[in-house]
């Protein structure tokens, strides 16, 4: 026999416990059960007024963004409206189906604002290190480190060639992005090569065609990991540069040092990382073992002589190319 729905929607009271309703395999419950943010209030304490209306709940809206991260939920404005309708959402966030969400502008004037000047995100990020150490995932004897491409929301219609001069004052270019650009060019810079293009929307972005495809504006995510149990140690973000990208792998080894006291036996990295500068500064200055192929700059694309075609002559105590003749650095005769 067909049933047919009987119950409506025009109760007054409901018996209803959100938490019944989560899966215990759902991927939230295992991030609560990790995630410890007790001392939060205290971290943003000097950035919060002692007096006035009290703001909304700053482990509210942290909470929010780890689901909008974890969901890939880019937009403030649905992430709202995802934790609005989500029961799963609203039991992370500590919601009752009664509470109001926040509005979506509140999140991007605190990322921008007290969350940024605090750094409440890599306070974040290093809670959760130190959680993943005191479970013993993280052993300390080997790191690895590679950077990932992500495209800026940049296009190059929008850019300007090396040489083309740019009015930086006009307010149509006064946009955030465009203004920690600025004030990055007055201190010192990780590259000294000027980029092909440069973005009029997003300045700090690199035009890169790393991917061997298409040339677009993008930036480097470069990660520090633990290779024992896969634990990401530490975050750089950069230009897509390749110089950017070595430079930060050597922030990042000091940076975990210092705020975990970890340094590593060995680091693992694709050729880009086997120069001649960063491979002398692991051996020399940090005692890191390298196992990374070394980048080889020997091969010539024109008709010069690489440094492997030269013969060490131990007689004469001196280097000699292919046609029998010496190697000099400098061809000034000297008179006692």
Not at 28 to 53: F, K, M, N, P, W
Not at 243 to 257: F, G, I, N, P, W
Not at 311 to 322: G, T
Request: net charge negative; hydrophobic share 35%.
């Amino acid at each position: 026999m067909m049933g047919c729905q009987t119950g409506g929607q025009d109760r007054l009271f409901y018996s209803f416990n959100l938490d019944e309703h989560i899966p215990q395999n759902h991927l939230l419950r295992g991030i609560e059960r990790c995630l410890d943010l007790s001392e939060l209030r205290q971290h943003l304490a000097d950035y919060y007024s002692h007096t006035g209306r009290p703001s909304i709940d700053p482990e509210l809206m942290i909470r929010m963004l780890i689901v909008g991260y974890c969901y890939g939920i880019r937009s403030e404005r649905r992430l709202c409206e995802e934790v609005h309708l989500n029961l799963a959402y609203r039991w992370f966030c500590r919601l009752s189906l009664e509470d109001a969400v926040p509005d979506h502008s509140t999140f991007s004037k605190n990322r921008h604002g007290r969350f940024r000047a605090s750094g409440t995100f890599r306070w974040i990020f290093d809670e959760v290190v130190r959680r993943c150490m005191a479970a013993g995932l993280v052993k300390g004897e080997g790191f690895a480190v590679d950077a990932s491409l992500i495209a800026a929301d940049a296009s190059h219609q929008h850019s300007v060639q090396v040489g083309e001069q740019v009015d930086w004052t006009n307010p149509v270019l006064s946009n955030r992005a465009v203004r920690e650009y600025l004030e990055a060019l007055d201190e010192e810079t990780l590259a000294e090569t000027v980029p092909r293009k440069t973005s009029l929307s997003d300045s700090q972005s690199r035009w890169t065609a790393a991917t061997g495809g298409i040339a677009f504006f993008a930036y480097s995510t470069n990660y520090l990991i633990d290779t024992a149990h896969g634990v990401i140690l530490d975050v750089e973000a950069t230009p897509a540069h390749h110089t950017a990208e070595v430079e930060s792998t050597k922030l990042m080894v000091d940076r975990v040092e210092a705020r975990f006291d970890l340094t590593p036996e060995r680091l693992i990295g694709d050729t880009a990382y086997g120069t001649a500068p960063m491979l002398g500064w692991m051996v020399n200055e940090k005692g890191i073992e390298p196992h990374m192929p070394v980048w080889d700059k020997t091969a010539r694309k024109d008709d010069s002589f690489s440094s492997n075609d030269f013969q060490w002559n131990e007689e004469a105590d001196e280097y000699r190319c292919p046609e029998g003749h010496a190697l000099r650095s400098n061809w000034r005769p000297f008179k006692n």
